[in-house]
Nanobody, 123 residues
Framework: VQLQASGGGLVQPGGSLRLSCAAS????????MGWFRQAPGKEREFVAT????????LYADSVRGRFTISRDNAKNTVYLEMNSLKPEDTAVYYC?????????????????WGQGTQVTVSS
């Protein structure tokens, strides 16, 4: 099983980034996918999640209206489009896969995790 996140980098406040997470080794289209982030000195927090078919999404209040999660099951890839970035969005971003019925915002409900990609928002 592998989740390979990419697309992070340094961006100025107000800028945009698109994260990708390529999955392999499991039945991607059967799994809910999520993005979490962890800033230095803080706990990992939920960012966004999308159901297996892409028909339903959920966002943290802090990113709703600025971030968009999507997936392409033909490419086994989930995306996170991030706009109007703020310095407080700076963190390592992780993608994760869940086949659990647990609350989708809880990290404990996710079975597979990627290695993370650094996003830094700074002028």
């Amino acid at each position: 099983v592998q989740l390979q996140a990419s697309g992070g980098g340094l961006v100025q406040p107000g800028g945009s980034l698109r994260l990708s997470c390529a999955a392999s080794g499991f039945a991607f289209s059967n799994y809910r996918m999520g993005w979490f982030r962890q800033a230095p000195g803080k706990e990992r927090e939920f960012v966004a999640t999308i159901t297996w078919g892409g028909g339903s999404t959920l966002y943290a209040d802090s990113v709703r209206g600025r971030f968009t999660i999507s997936r392409d099951n033909a490419k086994n890839t989930v995306y996170l489009e991030m706009n109007s970035l703020k310095p407080e969005d700076t963190a390592v971003y992780y993608c994760a896969a869940s086949n659990s019925a647990m609350v989708p915002t809880a990290s404990s409900g996710y079975k597979y995790w990627g290695q993370g990609t650094q996003v830094t928002v700074s002028s």
